[in-house]
């Protein structure tokens, strides 16, 4: 369910997202006990089942922090790219965000976005690229985001070491006899 959320929200299906989002996290009003999942609990009576159904929970961390705040992290850099508040909220706060040893805090409201900066590890300096611009991230700084971004985090490569490719399918084993 998180999965579907987050993909709905990447291809621009806003609606689709936050119905989704309502029936499956807020009220699964949608669904008959018999095929719905109980995000909190499993628990169908009078069978037994899971009471504290904790996949639940973190698909609905996931459908959060990587749908509706728009993080995706990939080989070289973190991503936020078109961050809102989830339905029925007005704004989403994410502390102690934690990327490359810095310590951030994004804070999503339906008109803007903002990054803030707790602290910067020395050997993994951030630039944040919020389009035409790029910000070297300190501590104490609070960067905007405005528009849908992609806003890209990232730092320079370790100690210039090419990054492999990032392709599904691809087959990183070694021949045979190699």
């Known amino acids: 369910m998180s999965m579907d959320v987050i993909i709905k929200i990447v291809v621009y299906q806003n609606q689709k997202s936050d119905q989704r989002y309502s029936n499956d996290y807020v009220d ?56 809102r508040p989830p339905p029925h909220a007005t704004s989403l706060t994410i502390r102690g965000l934690k990327y490359l040893g ?18 910067v590890s020395e050997e993994w300096p951030l630039v944040l690229n919020i389009g035409n611009y790029n910000v070297t991230l300190r501590p104490g700084i609070t960067v905007s985001l405005a528009g849908d971004g992609p806003f890209t985090l990232a730092s320079a490569p370790w100690k210039d070491c090419p990054l492999p490719a990032d392709v599904i399918g691809q087959n990183y084993l070694r021949p045979i006899g190699a």
């Open 28 to 83: 699964g009003s949608h669904c008959q006990d018999s095929c719905r999942l109980g995000i909190w609990s499993e628990l169908k009576r009078p069978e037994s089942g899971a009471v504290n159904f904790l996949t639940g929970a973190g698909g609905l961390l996931q459908a959060v922090m990587f749908g509706y705040a728009g993080l995706s992290i990939h080989l070289d850099r973190l991503t936020i790219l078109r961050p």
């Open 102 to 119: 810095a310590n951030l805090t994004l804070d999503v409201h339906s008109d803007r976005a903002t990054l803030s900066v707790a602290s």
